[in-house]
Structure formats: C-alpha cells, structure tokens
C-alpha cells in the first residue's frame, strides 16, 4: 500500500511531524498501514467538529398544532379509576 500524501510547507515543524509519519509508516507491512489507516479514520470521526445549529425561528409552524378546549379541566375520575 503506498500513501500519497501532501507535506505542509506552511510550518517546518509541520513538516517534519508529517515526512516523519509518512517515512515510518511505509516501512510497515500493508496489514499494518491499514491498521494504521483505520485508526486515523476512527480519530477523524471522532473528533468532527461540531455543527453549528441554525437559529430557531419564531412562528414557523404557526397554526400547525392546537390545544383542545379543556386541556386545563380536570380528568374524569374513570381516568384514575382506569376504567374508561
């Protein structure tokens, strides 16, 4: 298995960290760079940042739902009584 991949030229240390991963893990055996391969695909799952939430929005489902008329009445006693 060869891995293709850029090295950041934005910082050395950067740079370093990455040709030194790329250099260790292509003296593994292909079992284990997809060992590798998978550990970092569970690391980039894991630690996806956070989406931000879409701003609620007041009266957008006006109307779609109701209360009824004697939502505040007391329940008829065969309601406790469980005999409705």
Do not use: C
Not at 16 to 41: C, G, T, W
Not at 46 to 55: A, V
Request: proline share 8%; glycine share 6%.
């Amino acid at each position: 298995m060869r891995l293709n991949m850029m090295v950041s030229t934005t910082d050395g240390t950067q740079s370093v960290i990455d040709q030194s991963v790329i250099d260790k893990l292509q003296q593994l055996p292909a079992a284990q760079q997809q060992q590798v391969l998978d550990y970092i695909e569970f690391l980039a799952q894991k630690y996806i940042p956070p989406k931000t939430k879409k701003p609620r929005v007041a009266g957008l489902h006006k109307g779609m739902g109701w209360i009824a008329d004697d939502f505040n009445e007391p329940l008829p006693p065969e309601y406790w009584s469980g005999q409705a």
